[in-house]
Structures are given as structure tokens and as C-alpha cells.
């Protein structure tokens, strides 16, 4: 899969256990002339890779992908499903979005959901936000906590760092079981997702998208902010690395997501199975065997060619003679 990478992902990787404020961080692509332009082809280019290497990974079956897509509503994850995984098989992809957990997930630990959502060897996984959720909006909204019904932590203990390490286990255990971990968080301005939102509700064919409780979490901005800033850096390992990219510019989120998830692929050097070579051997016989499938069945047209056109003509010498014998009587 050789490619020439647009982007440096150290720019938009959170080093783990560093402060972050993520309000600090770009929410727009850089103004450049041609930025456009190249951003283009390198969506274009790693989407072509992309497709090669999803065929690769799905006929080896030894690892797999999973890739975690988060950010504030309207960041545009779907649109950036649709524009970066679109041209792949979908047979080798499946795409799973967490909702509030419902009465029965409530009384398992929170990591029970995305296990039975994981990918399996040779596929493809994207989670639509996920589990840290329960990091994120359950932190901004702990009456969210109520109905887990957790056991009482002792003085001086944090529920979010208990939650942080065990996140942390969960996907080493991904990673050493051969499922490659991304998780990218899609940075969306607050002047641009008012934007979208005005977008959904004046157009018609955008009503469809709209939430009315978007808005009430519109106004905890910044308490989602302190919980983005806690959670990124704290589960940003080097199994499992956080990107943040900017999601104002459309075109500048899908090509930087797609050279993200190329890059990543390259590095689990995704080959086709070898065929034994007792078996590899026998192939010439194989091929043997179906090219004479094919000659003996043009044979047998041609077999069966010839006696019609003899049955043809003997049937127009009857004629001819049948014609020459009514001349003959008259």
C-alpha cells in the first residue's frame, strides 16, 4: 500500500498524561493556498488504499480495526463515515453507534456493551461515539450515575480515574489480541456547530437530523470542555493513541480521518495468505483441468454447429429435388 502521507499525525496525536485545553487547539484546517486542493487528492489517494488494504485484512483474518470516532453534536461523524469508508467492502465493516444504555446494560459494567460490538479478525469496526461516553456526558450529567447502582468508592478514590485505568486495560487487551485501536475526536467550534444546527432546522431535508436536546447540551459547553480535557490525555496511550482533528472544514476532517486510518493500516503490514506449497504445486493441474473444460466445451459446439448446418442443407437438397420432381409432372 505505498502512499505519500499528507498529513504528520504528530500534530493532531494527545500525548498521554499531559494537560490538555482542548478550547486551545485548532478547530479549523490551515489557510493555505492549495490546501483545498491537495486535502482532495489525499482523501482521494487514501481512500483508493484504503479499499486495497480492507481486502487484505479481511483475507489474511489475523487482526482487525477498530476505529472510535467522538466529538460534540454535529462534529459531522456520519458524514465522515460516509466520505472515508464508503468505497470499502461493506461485507468487512460494520458500524455501531452507542445510545443511552437500556435497562439490562445497566446492570453490567460499562465495557460489557462495546465487547459485543468489537470487530472480529479481518474487519473493520467504527463506533459511532462509544464507550466513553460514560466518561464524557455521564460525567457532565452524574444523575446519570443513579441507575448503575455502583458500589460506594472509599474517601480519597475517583470513580472517572478507576474508569480511565480500566479503559486503558481494555484496549491493551484489544491490542495484544491483534485489534489496532484509533480513536479520533472530531473538534467542532461552538460558532460552527450553531452554524449546522441552524442548518437542521431551516432545512427541510436536514429537519430529519435535529434534536431539541442538542441544545440543552449546547449549553454545558464548557463543562464538556473539562471532561474532553480530563479523558483525552488520560487514555491517549501509544496502544491505543487520541488524534484531535479539527472539524470546522469538511473537506479538511475527512482527508486528515482517512490519512489517520491509512497510516495506521500500513503499519500492520497487511498481506494476502501463501498458499501452501504442496498445494502451489498443484495449481498448473488446476489450470490444466479448466482450460480443457473450456476447449472440450468449444468442441462440442462446434460438434453440434456442424450437424445442424449439415441437417440445413441435406433438408434444402430435399427441397431442391421435392421442387425439380413437381416440375418435372407438370
Not at 162 to 168: K, L, P, S, V
Not at 203 to 208: C, E, G, I, N, Y
Not at 231 to 244: D, G, I, N, Q, R
Amino acid at each position: 500500500m505505498a502512499n505519500t502521507h499528507q498529513f504528520d499525525l504528530k500534530k493532531f496525536r494527545v500525548p498521554f498524561g499531559e494537560k490538555l485545553r482542548i478550547r486551545k487547539l485548532p478547530t479549523s484546517g490551515p489557510s493555505i493556498d492549495g490546501m483545498k486542493e491537495k486535502a482532495a487528492q489525499s482523501l482521494s489517494s487514501d481512500v483508493s488504499s484504503l479499499q486495497g488494504a480492507q481486502e487484505r485484512l479481511y483475507a489474511d483474518g489475523k487482526q482487525s480495526l477498530l476505529v472510535i470516532l467522538q466529538g460534540m453534536d454535529a462534529a459531522g461523524k456520519d458524514g465522515t463515515i460516509r466520505h472515508v469508508m464508503g468505497g470499502i467492502n461493506p461485507q468487512g465493516c460494520v458500524v455501531s453507534s452507542f445510545k443511552a444504555p437500556n435497562s439490562e446494560e445497566l446492570q453490567h459494567h460499562f465495557l460489557m456493551r462495546p465487547m459485543r460490538c468489537l470487530p472480529k479478525r479481518g474487519m473493520i469496526g467504527i463506533f459511532n461515539r462509544s464507550y466513553y461516553e460514560e466518561v464524557l456526558v455521564v460525567r457532565v450529567h452524574p444523575e446519570f450515575l443513579k441507575p448503575q447502582v455502583l458500589p460506594t468508592l472509599r474517601r480519597g478514590e475517583s470513580l472517572w480515574e478507576h474508569r480511565f485505568a480500566e479503559i486503558r486495560q481494555f484496549e491493551e487487551m484489544l491490542t495484544r489480541h491483534g485489534t489496532t485501536v484509533i480513536k479520533i475526536f472530531l473538534h467542532v467550534s461552538q460558532k460552527e456547530q450553531r452554524k449546522r444546527l441552524l442548518e437542521r432546522l431551516k432545512d427541510s431535508t436536514k429537519h430529519w437530523k435535529f434534536n431539541a436536546g442538542d441544545l440543552k447540551e449546547r449549553a454545558l459547553w464548557d463543562k464538556y470542555e473539562e471532561a474532553i480535557d480530563a479523558m483525552l490525555p488520560a487514555t491517549s496511550t501509544k496502544a491505543a493513541p487520541w488524534y484531535v482533528v479539527p472539524a470546522d472544514d469538511k473537506w479538511y476532517t475527512r482527508a486528515v480521518v482517512a490519512d489517520i486510518i491509512t497510516q495506521h493500516l500500513q503499519k500492520m503490514d497487511l498481506k494476502f495468505p501463501e498458499v501452501p506449497a504442496e498445494e502451489l504445486a498443484r495449481f498448473p493441474e488446476y489450470i490444466q483441468t479448466l482450460e480443457q473444460e473450456i476447449t472440450s466445451g468449444d468442441a462440442k459446439k462446434r460438434g453440434r454447429s456442424g450437424k445442424s448446418n449439415k441437417g440445413k442443407k441435406s433438408g434444402r437438397k430435399k427441397k431442391s429435388n421435392a421442387a425439380d420432381s413437381t416440375d418435372t409432372g407438370t
